[in-house]
């Protein structure tokens, strides 16, 4: 069983930053990919970003150039570092790994 939980959401004017955390429980296999997914509200469930064990990344279009995706495999976390964010940029981020998925932290960014 894996339990993750996501820390670091927050309100934040735009072009503002936040650093999200997400530290994970139980069996984790560094190689298998962590990332992040985020809901606004009224929307589906989109990718933001993920990084598998070797610390290749993958970003959404929106979030390259923006955002920057880490993972520290002794901790069993990832973070996502958000620079220059926008108001679209609102909504729950939620952290997964496998088919495991944390509570979700609201991050919102006001005009």
């Known amino acids: 069983q894996v339990q993750l939980v996501e820390s670091g959401g927050g309100l934040v004017q735009a072009g503002g930053s936040l650093r999200l955390s997400c530290a994970a429980s139980?069996?984790?296999?560094?190689?298998?990919?962590m990332g992040w997914y985020r809901q606004a509200p009224g929307k589906q469930r989109e990718l933001v970003a993920f990084i598998i064990g070797d610390g290749r990344t993958n970003y959404a279009l929106f979030a390259k150039g923006r955002f920057t995706i880490s993972r520290d495999n002794v901790k069993k976390s990832v973070y996502l570092q958000m620079n220059s964010l926008k108001p679209e940029d609102t909504g729950v981020y939620y952290c997964f790994y496998l088919n495991y998925w944390g509570q979700g932290t609201q991050v919102t960014v006001s005009e």
């Open positions: 139980g069996s984790i296999i560094s190689a298998n990919a």
